[in-house]
């Protein structure tokens, strides 16, 4: 299959082609060491997209279709694509961005174009989201975040995060306050390591120090990712999003999920039907080699949460900002449809 067309080489943060491989830059070693890992087979794929290596709704979709692209070059048979295709979509099962590039990957004529267009459109999306997001944040506001949500996590300047850098790039003066993420510390690992890349003023904190900021009035807006957004504009996103909603709400700050239309799932009424990724609870026991919680200790570990829209003061999509009121009545379905 599509061996007629060749492999452009490209390259994201986290993803590389060289017209050859595909390499995924091993999420689990960052900030301390950049190591890239081939990710050219869709049995290797799947593992690193497990293992969280390559992470992030966006992000996930677009290395499984570049990995299924690899795949037909190299002479993948018909039988053998369809195969790998639905290995690949049943990698993770929150994020709908890995289904929507599957489906698109599973019907077309010329994988390699198609691949290499979801990687391109996954760019200008981000763009657009950061253009209609930073236009929302004020000179001199304290910003939150959750996760990662930047360019590790999509093959542009990211969701969330491409929204705040965007604002800092206008010349805003914001500082960002990001949550380290418990328990894989997407936050603390990665955030902090893009933001410091991009000379982002930041500071981390602990999940459980968020309220306290929030009292306090040093946070003026909060801004995070979304995995799968619903047709009525209650969203999943990472552990922890819906305790920020709660507490942003008490607070009276506004909150935003983050999203390119490609999270939108107009097959979710509501956030109840989003599939919610349980992982491993040793996770939740220690991080690495390092355990703190008794070995046999029972533990819980849902990788997502759902956060009703009722708390959402408004989303912003790569074509523009919903309020509540508006996913209310339905405008998912009109400008996603
Ligand atoms: O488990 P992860 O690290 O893949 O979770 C990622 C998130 O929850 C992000 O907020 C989400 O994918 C949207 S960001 C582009």
């Known amino acids: 299959m599509g061996l007629a067309f060749p492999m452009d080489a490209f390259e994201s943060l986290g993803l590389k082609h060289d017209g050859r491989k595909l ?46 692209a690899t795949y037909a070059h190299r002479g993948a048979t018909a039988a053998e694509y369809a ?32 691949a290499q267009a979801i990687f391109a459109e996954d760019v200008r999306l981000c763009e657009g989201m950061a253009e209609h997001g930073a236009a929302l944040i004020q000179d001199g506001e304290g910003l939150l975040t959750h996760c990662n949500t930047g360019g590790l996590a999509t093959a542009g300047i990211g969701t969330a995060l491409g929204v705040i850098r965007r604002a800092h790039e206008q010349g805003k003066h914001i500082h960002v306050y990001a949550d380290e993420t418990r328990p894989l510390l997407q936050g603390g690992r990665l955030t902090a390591w893009e933001l410091q ?23 003026q807006r909060v801004l995070v990712g979304s995995d799968r957004v619903a047709a009525n504009g209650d969203f999943a996103n990472k552990v922890g999003t819906y305790g920020l ?93």
Not at 200 to 215: E, G, Q
Request: with cysteine; proline share 9%; hydrophobic share 45%.
């Open 83 to 114: 195969t790998a295709c639905a290995a690949l979509r049943a990698a993770r099962p929150t994020a709908v961005n890995l289904m929507w590039a599957m489906d698109r990957m599973k019907g077309t004529p010329n994988p390699v174009a198609e």
């Open 245 to 337: 909603a709660v507490q942003a709400k008490h607070h009276g700050v506004p909150f935003h999920p983050v999203a390119p239309f490609s999270t939108v799932d107009l097959a979710c009424p509501s956030g109840a039907t989003i599939p919610i990724e349980l992982r491993d609870p040793a996770e939740v026991r220690g991080y690495g080699a390092w355990r703190w919680a008794p070995a046999d200790m029972p533990a819980w570990n849902p990788s997502f949460d759902v956060t009703p829209v009722n708390l959402v003061t408004s989303l912003v999509l790569d074509r523009g900002v919903y309020s509540q009121g508006q996913l209310g009545s339905g405008v998912l379905g009109r400008v996603c449809g």
């Open 197 to 219: 890349r991009l000379g982002i003023p930041a500071t981390l904190i602990t999940d459980s120090m968020a309220a306290l900021l929030l009292r306090d009035g040093k946070v």
């Open 23 to 68: 390499w995924v830059l091993d999420q689990t070693q960052l900030p301390d060491a950049e190591v890239w890992l081939d990710g050219s087979t869709p049995e290797a794929m799947i593992a690193l997209i497990q293992r969280l290596a390559v992470r992030g709704a966006p992000l996930i979709g677009v290395a499984a279709a570049a990995c299924l």
